[in-house]
């Protein structure tokens, strides 16, 4: 069975720090384009960051390529998130996705596998 699971979030004050970890078991990450998604309460769930199989990055938005950065461990099959400089509007829950593919696309849609969240909130 396919199956991703989030850990490692927690509460933190501004400008604190966290690492994200998803776990994949079931198939090999490295085949995977993998990513890291947000949904804050009463909103759409929005992208944080991609990575391709090879390893390429990419970022939804300016500010999250700033202070987020994206990586993968393939030996031990999990993607991580490290977020840094957090800001009280990045409290939300914090969701893995994944789908099999040399490349990656943008779409939330495009993405088919998911976890079931992590919950980051950054207090003032």
């Known amino acids: 069975e396919v199956q991703l699971v989030e850990s490692g979030g927690g509460s933190v004050q501004a400008g604190g720090s966290l690492r994200l970890s998803c776990a994949a078991s079931?198939?090999?990450?490295?085949?995977?384009?993998m990513g890291w998604f947000y949904q804050a309460p009463g909103k759409e769930r929005e992208g944080v960051a991609l990575?391709?199989?090879?390893?390429?990055?990419?970022y939804y938005t300016a500010s999250m390529r700033g202070r987020f950065t994206i990586s993968r461990d393939n030996a031990k099959n999990t993607l991580y998130l490290d977020m840094n400089s957090l800001k009280p509007e990045d409290t939300a829950m914090y969701y893995c996705?994944?789908?099999?593919?040399?490349?990656?696309?943008?779409?939330?849609?495009?993405?088919?596998?998911w976890g079931r969240g992590t919950q980051v909130t950054v207090s003032s």
């Open positions: 990575i391709d199989s090879a390893g390429g990055a990419g």
């Open positions: 079931g198939y090999t990450v490295s085949t995977y384009c």
């Open positions: 996705a994944a789908k099999r593919s040399s490349y990656c696309s943008y779409a939330r849609s495009w993405f088919d596998l």
